[in-house]
């Protein structure tokens, strides 16, 4: 699994012209389900997510979480991080899950995150979608097999 999470002030996801999401102040999650992802992978992820101190306090200081401050997270589905350009010049997406497998694990992100306590508006899994967004910070994280492996 890998995520690209965005501190934003706002963000939006519209599919074919429509809006299907739009968030204020919180999170913008972009997320690769890979093969051999898991529930207990993606629990784990959740919840580190959830947890992760990006925001300021009082002070100005990277001191509280999305909960802690009320935000919401906008999930938009992302199998091109799974993008492998280590030969050639076309990307591989050998490593994506396969997309019933993937949109059943994004599904469980999604409801793992609000089991936690933070409101979720997710993207359409598989749809050609446009998302904008203002990065805050700008504050960028980068998240993947590296938690896996320190958590087992």
Do not use: H, W
């Not at 100005?60 to 999930?75: A, C, P, Q, Y």
């Not at 059943?104 to 999604?110: D, I, K, M, P, V």
């Not at 994280?141 to 492996?149: C, D, K, P, V």
């Amino acid at each position: 699994m890998k995520l690209v999470i965005q501190r934003v002030s706002e963000a939006s996801v519209s599919v074919e012209g429509q809006m299907k999401g739009l968030i204020s102040r919180g999170l913008v999650v972009f997320i690769c389900i890979e093969k051999g992802d898991d529930p207990v992978l993606v629990q784990q992820y959740a919840r580190k997510v959830v947890e992760l101190r990006i925001f300021g306090d009082d002070a100005g200081k990277m001191n509280l979480s999305i909960k802690e401050t009320g935000g919401e997270i906008l999930l938009i589905s992302q199998f091109t991080l799974a993008g492998n350009v280590d030969k050639g010049r076309r990307p591989s997406f050998e490593s994506a899950a396969p997309p019933g497998a993937a949109e059943e694990l994004y599904g469980l992100f999604a409801r793992e995150v609000e089991q936690l306590g933070v409101k979720v508006i997710t993207g359409v899994f598989r749809a050609y979608m446009q998302v904008s967004l203002i990065n805050d910070g700008p504050v960028t994280i980068l998240m993947g097999r590296q938690l896996a492996e320190a958590t087992r």
